[in-house]
């Protein structure tokens, strides 16, 4: 016997609705550190009355197997969230959106099969002819799109999960005619959605699902790993609106108002990173970028540089006043982050100054450098924005970037013809001294672009793994 | 609920996200994303309902399976945030 959602009593309604200011207010809590795990511990209470209420007003008999379920799918998530490593956090990222993709397809076929239990049919009995249950349109067209965006995140999440975790190349897949595909593939899915309100048979339903699963994957494999930022970013957003979806399906307003919030969190990370690389949402999304990056390397040995060593750069930094240290995605590959901030206590030691200078899209994830730089016991007050510390390189002595590039090239600003014109650079040209750590002099950025900083006059090399560069100078500093 | 309140609490609500998202401090963006992750797997009460129910076998089944995924998720999603959060300290003591 199925409850009718759509007429809850109010006391349901109402926790529900607390639920969601719950959820509101963990977001509100992340304006600031302090007040950040508070927030986070909101967002757990909020948690527990939607599945509490959702359970005291449906039939207890399967509770059982559905504690099972939640002990189990508890469990993993606890070992997961204390085992994994800090850099390995965009994948964890990916794959948990690939989870709630897959949990909106779950629910979204489970509502086609038993539309009862939902509350969105109606019994129809037609004269001479077997009685059968008809979900009303309406209903139809939410769980259409709740599907139809929960299987694209899904899809769209395993193969950035794939890219971010190393199982798949960085590097774009271009198909052919691949935008008649994609744009063929959608409208045929709106289309199917639109008849699937005429026509509730099983294989409208399931050939949406199949080719938003297939479209899904044909989005984000044109994109190149360095888009990554923006693909995560995104498939928040479309995790959101999927919860949104099926939070209308189930005229559930928890479901609703979480599902806004992170579909509008999701959309303004994307935002601030395409701002961060000077990129239409639309490029990144259509793909490719980083595609040609082998053609400019040999070119780019032959030019002069001076090429420092680990004693160099301790000798220099220790005599500085200030250190502007910038992180990149190279850090957080060498898992440089505990020697950087054991160099940096034993220059404070000598009396310099040290900060620290985030370019928005360093790493693979927006705030991914923040978070390393915590986990190395780095105070977060002396971690800039790179809007707050631009104007201060021209007062620095040395920039010591290990591991960013793209972030740092001032080509962006004066050269027009370059990739990455016009997007916003550090301006470590400006320091006294530039250390630049890097693996090698042949790799380029992830945009392919030679960067100029290499050959000036104030830019020593650093040539090494991050990791050991860095536990050299410690070990120079003394 | 009729669908117009529905879709009114709907537009509310993306205004209030965008509001509440623009004053995250973009050093907690990560949390943001996991924090995110674990709220909206309160897909979980879609799950839950379907499992409630012995009517359909294949959509109590479905149903279950979408709980452990969400589990995994709501567990997961909030416990990484927290061991996050816990890591941004200030400075022990002024220098300068």
Known sequence: MAEA???????????????????????????????????????????????????????????????????????????????????????LVAAFHSLVGMAAVLVGAAAYLNPEAFGIAVRVTPIASPSFVS????????????????????????????????????????????????????????????????DQSPWVFFTVMGLSFAIGFLLIIPIGGADMPVVISMLNSYSGWAAAAMGFTLHNSAMIITGALVGSSGAILSYIMCRAMNRSFISVVAGGFGAVSSGGDSAAIDRAYKRGSAEDAAFLMSQADQVIIVPGYGMAVS??????????????????????????????????????LAEANVPYDEVFELDDINSEFAQTDVAFVIGANDVTNPAAKSDKSSPIYGMPVLDVEKARTVLFVKRSMGGVGYAGVDNELFYRDNTMMLLSDAKKMVEEIVKNLG | MDFI????????????????????????????????????????????????????????WLGLIAVALASVNIFGGFAVTQRMLSMYKKKERKDG
């Open chain 1, 335 to 372: 898992q440089a982050q505990h020697a950087l901030k054991e160099m940096a206590d034993k220059l404070k030691a000598e009396g310099v100054r040290v900060k620290y200078a985030i370019h928005p899209v360093a790493g693979r994830m927006p705030g991914h450098m923040n978070v390393l």
């Open chain 1, 5 to 91: 959602v759509h007429s809850q009593p109010a006391w349901v309604l109402l926790a529900y609705l607390a639920a969601g200011v719950c959820f509101i207010l963990a977001l509100r809590g992340l304006s600031s550190p302090e007040s950040s795990r508070r927030g986070n511990i909101t967002g757990m209470i909020g948690m527990t009355i939607a599945v509490v209420t959702t359970l005291a007003t449906h039939s207890l008999a399967t509770l059982p197997e559905i504690i099972v379920a939640m002990v189990i799918g508890g469990g993993v998530g606890l070992i997961i969230a204390r085992k994994i490593q800090m850099t390995a956090m965009p994948q």
């Open chain 1, 135 to 198: 979900i009303y349109p309406v209903s139809r067209i939410e769980m259409g799109l709740g599907v139809a965006i929960g299987a694209i995140t899904f899809s769209g999440s395993v193969i950035a999960f794939l890219k971010l975790n190393g199982n798949m190349s960085g590097k774009p897949i271009l198909l052919p005619l691949r935008h008649l595909i994609n744009l063929g593939t959608l409208a045929a899915i709106l289309l199917l959605i639109a008849y699937f309100t005429q």
């Open chain 2, 5 to 60: 309140s529905i879709l009114s609490i709907f537009v509310l609500a993306c205004f209030v996200g965008y509001y509440v998202v623009w004053s995250v401090t973009p050093a907690l963006h990560t949390p943001l994303m996991s924090v995110t992750n674990a709220i909206s797997s309160v897909i979980v009460v879609g799950a839950l309902i379907a499992s409630a129910s012995a009517a359909v076998p294949g959509s109590k």
